[in-house]
């Protein structure tokens, strides 16, 4: 089943305004652990409205017919579709509904796109990427049965189509300065003053208002047969909009078509589509504004500036999102814009007093990632759901970042990511990577469950690098799992994400989605995270640990109550002869920490479940800090899964751990994966002349003195060793492509660093 995200119309809001609450049934959209990047941008295709789905007459199940009872309905979309479509643009309306209940589209997220009483009528824009396989619909019903209708508008795709042009919010209808469309009636809009004549399809905001019975607007390409979709529901009496995206006719006219009795429309203009000119689209899907959380309701011609920085980046010349106004004490209307421009005559919700309601919008933000929001009367306390950004990538002209495989799905072989330039290194962790700039700022991409882009939100996903709030003059950067850090030119470190085991310091007790002090430590020189603890390398030689595995001994030095508070730095008790300090630290993702001494010996501690502390100790946990076995010239160090590596002063590189993917490198099979592990290190299979090695995840990559990159270990359906090859490794015997044992040789040169991750595997290069 293809995996959907919902982008847009995500009305975050269930009944009775409360916040959408985890939902079983999205609990389950499990998106896997290959998620389409689209970091380079979608392009759009423009549809005729074409209904796929209507419960109420069996049309897209098969002919079955009936309401959507709890669960769902899925909608298979192969045939309306080409196979280049990324993601599917649609009306999603929701119309006899047994009892109050929300509607969405299945994805990981848990969010809803319409939030409905018991029997009525309502509609929203959606916008749904599609993260894998067949082209598929999940559509989600919470409560009772509904009737559910879906009619496409168009697709998203990664071919060169049409690209978003954003124009100041113009109204180029209001029939309220003429007359109402009757019943059975057409409206043609001239749209020829507002949009080029490249342009192929438009975007705007469709208001209903003084219906005089119920019934259903339809905006379709002038000159084309009206079709049997519907944009607008209404009931005598309502007032209601809807975003509509739809193809334009030759002529740049649209038409629009009301059913029954008379009623007024207006419509505002956001922008077009073109395929010579414009920006590409970028879905996020995370909550930017909630009034009831922060800063209280918006009152009575006040408009309130909402920063977006947090979610998008400042280049974006648009945005779409969700805007939900709840709490509402007068009936208002609210006109979103951008911030830095006189409020324009328009409007984006129409809000009724005591009832929630929520519409899509594309709002221009001209380059500052900023907009207002302003609430005509009464007060109202509104909710921004972002769904996606409208920009052109900046590009990269030197030191750039190439990635391939891991769970933002790369692919299979190393690209060019459009978005930073000057990258002197990149930290990956589990589903977040990090990326330190030649200026010394960090940038952020992935997921952000824990805060972890530290841009100060909380949620959601983006594949485009956000700026991570607050921090100049960074040195380095480390990517536990779920907790990032940065080391500044003063030698003290900052952390930011998940704190489940205090992982940032004695001082903070929760999560934290901006940078925070670690407390107590100065004179740093480098930092390295796994899954529960960090770990500082000091000017002095000497390292220290905070976190889950370094409560006291055998690990840490505690010799006062004070010293081992939870999250308190504290050093790890390693052995420092006269004459010799630590140079080096690195850890794997499952809480075993390494240190390099000057002396090319290499010392570890904390788990040794896989052998992977490479000391030759019994297999288990807390093993406290010893020498790896063997080691006497090494001069740099890595950690995996469960794996350490090191690279010695004759540019031969050795492992020890977990066997099981071939993570060891020797080229050995694994007969038996509950004794497939070594404990003491061996000789990586065919490498000379290395100059770096990472991991940090079950694949290994090696950098050689000219410029190659060589891989080996895992590599999966998402292609991890970036040769171009991948292979399921859920068969037995597994797959040819599923794994390789010795190194291969990526299909990318140049390079001057490297990190890998399980978000992902990456390489700078100049």
Not at 199 to 227: D, I, M, Q
Not at 228 to 235: E, G, K, P, R
């Amino acid at each position: 089943m293809r995996r959907l995200l919902a982008l847009c119309a995500a009305v975050l809001v269930v009944l009775g305004a409360q916040p959408a609450q985890a939902d079983p049934i999205a609990a389950q959209a499990d998106p896997g652990p290959y998620a389409q990047v689209v970091d380079g941008g979608l392009t759009f295709v423009p549809m005729a409205p074409l209904r796929v789905l209507d419960t109420r007459d069996g049309t897209g199940t098969g002919g079955v017919v009936g309401p959507v009872g709890y669960g769902g309905v899925s909608v298979d979309l192969t045939g309306h579709l080409p196979a280049s479509a990324t993601a599917v643009v649609f009306n999603l309306t929701g119309t006899e509904p047994s009892e109050d209940t929300h509607v969405g589209v299945l994805s990981y997220v848990a969010i809803s796109n319409l939030n409905l009483k018991a029997g009525e009528t309502r509609a929203n824009l959606v916008t749904a990427e599609f993260l894998g396989g067949a082209p598929r619909l999940s559509l989600t019903n919470k409560a009772g049965r509904v009737h559910l209708i879906v009619d496409l508008a168009g697709y998203y795709t990664t071919d060169e189509a049409t690209r978003f042009t954003t124009t100041q919010p113009t109204r180029v209808l209001d029939t309220r300065a003429g007359g109402p469309v009757g019943p059975g009636s057409t409206r043609e809009v001239d749209l020829s003053a507002v949009v080029p004549a490249s342009a192929t399809s438009v975007t705007f905001n469709l208001t209903a208002t003084e219906p005089t019975a119920a019934t259903h607007v339809t905006a379709y390409p002038s000159g084309a047969a009206r079709p049997t979709a519907s944009n607008l529901n209404l009931v005598a009496g309502q007032t209601s909009p809807n975003l509509v995206t739809v193809a334009l006719g030759p002529d740049r006219r649209i038409t629009l078509y009301n059913h029954v009795g008379d009623t007024h429309l207006v419509v505002d203009v956001a922008g077009y589509y073109a395929a010579d000119r414009g920006h590409r689209f970028f879905p996020v899907a995370a909550r930017a504004l909630d009034t009831r959380e922060v800063g209280g309701p918006v009152g009575a011609g006040v408009a309130r500036h909402v920063d977006l920085t947090s979610r998008i980046p400042a280049t974006a010349m648009a945005v779409s999102l969700n805007l939900t106004g709840t709490n509402v004490t007068a009936d208002t209307y609210v006109t979103a814009y951008q911030a830095v421009t006189p409020r324009p005559g328009t409007s984006n919700l129409n809000l009724s007093a005591g009832r929630d309601t929520a519409n899509a919008a594309v709002v221009r933000i001209g380059g500052d990632a900023r907009m207002a929001l302003y609430n005509n009367a009464g007060s109202a306390d509104l909710v921004v759901d972002v769904a996606g950004f409208f920009a052109t990538p900046p590009g990269c002209l030197v030191d750039c970042v190439h990635a391939w495989g891991g769970d933002l799905d790369y692919g299979p072989a190393p690209s060019f990511r459009p978005w930073l330039s000057g990258v002197t290194d990149v930290a990956a962790g589990a589903s977040t990577a990090y990326a330190l700039k030649s200026d010394g700022t960090v940038w952020s991409w992935g997921r952000n469950n824990a805060g972890e882009f530290g841009s100060g939100a909380t949620g959601g996903r983006s594949a485009v690098p956000l700026r991570v709030r607050g921090l100049t003059g960074v040195t380095a950067v480390a990517a536990g799992s779920f907790t990032a850090y940065a080391l500044t030119t003063h030698g003290t470190v900052w952390g930011w994400g998940s704190n489940q085991y205090r992982q940032l310091g004695p001082d903070v007790t929760g999560d934290s989605n901006v940078p925070v002090w670690v407390g107590g430590l100065t004179d740093v020189t480098a930092i390295a995270g796994d899954h529960v603890t960090a770990y500082a390398l000091k000017s002095d030689g000497t390292v220290w640990g905070w976190g889950n595995s370094v409560h006291g001994p055998p690990h840490g030095v505690c010799p006062t109550e004070s010293d081992c508070l939870p999250g308190k730095p504290r050093r790890i008790a390693l052995p420092q002869p006269d004459g010799t300090r630590f140079t080096a630290i690195a850890t794997t993702r499952a809480s075993t920490g390494f240190a390099l001494r000057s002396d090319g010996t290499v010392w570890a501690w904390g788990q040794n479940r896989r052998g992977e502390t490479g000391t030759g100790s019994p297999l288990g946990d807390d093993v406290p800090p010893a020498r790896v076995v063997g080691l006497t010239d090494a001069v740099a160090i890595a950690g995996g899964l469960e794996n350490g590596y090191a690279v010695t002063a004759d540019g031969r590189v050795w492992s020890w751990g977990y066997h099981y993917w071939g993570q060891l490198g020797t080229g050995a099979p694994c007969a038996d994966p509950a004794a497939c592990h070594s404990d003491v290190p061996v000789q990586v299979a065919g490498l000379t002349d290395v100059v770096a090695v990472e991991s940090g995840s079950s694949t290994a990559l090696a950098l050689r003195a000219d410029g190659s990159v060589w891989a080996w270990g895992s590599n999966n359906l998402a292609g991890h060793l970036g040769n171009g090859t991948s292979g399921s490794c859920t068969t037995t015997p597994r797959s040819e492509h599923c794994l390789s044992t010795t190194p291969v040789r990526t299909a990318i040169s140049g390079v001057k660093a490297i990190s890998g991750g399980g978000v992902g595997l990456f390489a700078i290069r100049p």
